[in-house]
T-cell receptor, first 119, second 112 residues
Framework: GAVVSQHPSWVICKSGTSVKIECRSL??????MFWYRQFPKQSLMLMAT?????????EQGVEKDKFLINHASLTLSTLTVTSAHPEDSSFYIC???????????????FGPGTRLTVL | GENVEQHPSTLSVQEGDSAVIKCTYS??????FPWYKQELGKRPQLIID???NVGEKKDQRIAVTLNKTAKHFSLHITETQPEDSAVYFC???????????WGAGTKLIIKP
């Protein structure tokens, strides 16, 4: 149980194009989803927190107009990198939490990640 | 806000020996402390977690201890095996939005 998928697993695009990454919770409903980026040999950097049906909360320094997040359902969140540039190349990982008040339901489950390379 | 520090950044141990990774946190309101294992190019995998109402939790070769007074928690791996080689991250949750504040990670190397 608690499987999170992410698509695509890797993508190469030209500078100036937009890329959409999907994050799906396959066997549970995710009240909250998180988007991270990770540079080589570094920790995960939280970009934004997304609650179903509401606007995402972005971390300081993350441009909301560049990294568009949509969480339209309890099983799907998307991250769109608009007008991508080489410095946006990174490993993007989503995670999902079931939320709720029960003690056991706040664990985050991670997707497999998407390696984005912008040429 | 919450800040999590993790040490050491790299840990090399002989196969069969024990490994200990330590984290400290700053926000006394934090109440959930998971540990994740991440192999190269793969997703972080939850290996064990502990909540603030418990001092210790064990799962086979892995254990986590929590000292709320000192605001630190540790991961203990006994009888280490080659497949334990990975980067380990600790985290703390300071609020009800389940946001995790991450440590910088520890690269664990198991020497054969």
């Amino acid at each position: 149980g608690a499987v999170v998928s992410q698509h695509p697993s890797w993508v190469i695009c030209k500078s100036g194009t937009s890329v959409k990454i999907e994050c799906r919770s396959l066997d549970f409903q995710a009240t909250t989803m998180f988007w991270y980026r990770q540079f080589p040999k570094q920790s995960l950097m939280l970009m934004a927190t997304s609650n179903e049906g509401s606007k995402a909360t972005y971390e300081q320094g993350v441009e909301k107009d560049k990294f568009l997040i949509n969480h339209a359902s309890l099983t799907l969140s998307t991250l769109t990198v608009t007008s991508a540039h080489p410095e946006d190349s990174s490993f993007y990982i989503c995670s999902a939490a079931t939320g709720g008040l029960a003690v056991s339901t706040d664990t985050q489950y991670f997707g497999p990640g998407t390696r984005l390379t912008v040429l | 806000g919450e800040n999590v520090e993790q040490h050491p950044s790299t840990l090399s141990v002989q196969e069969g020996d024990s490994a200990v990774i330590k984290c400290t946190y700053s926000d006394s309101a934090s109440n959930y402390f998971p540990w994740y294992k991440q192999e190269l190019g793969k997703r972080p995998q939850l290996i064990i977690d502990i909540r603030s109402n418990v001092g210790e939790k064990k799962d086979q070769r892995i254990a986590v201890t929590l000292n709320k007074t000192a605001k630190h928690f540790s991961l203990h791996i006994t009888e280490t095996q080659p497949e334990d080689s990975a980067v380990y991250f600790c985290a703390a949750t300071p609020d009800s939005n389940y946001q995790l504040i991450w440590g910088a990670g520890t690269k664990l190397i198991i020497k054969p």
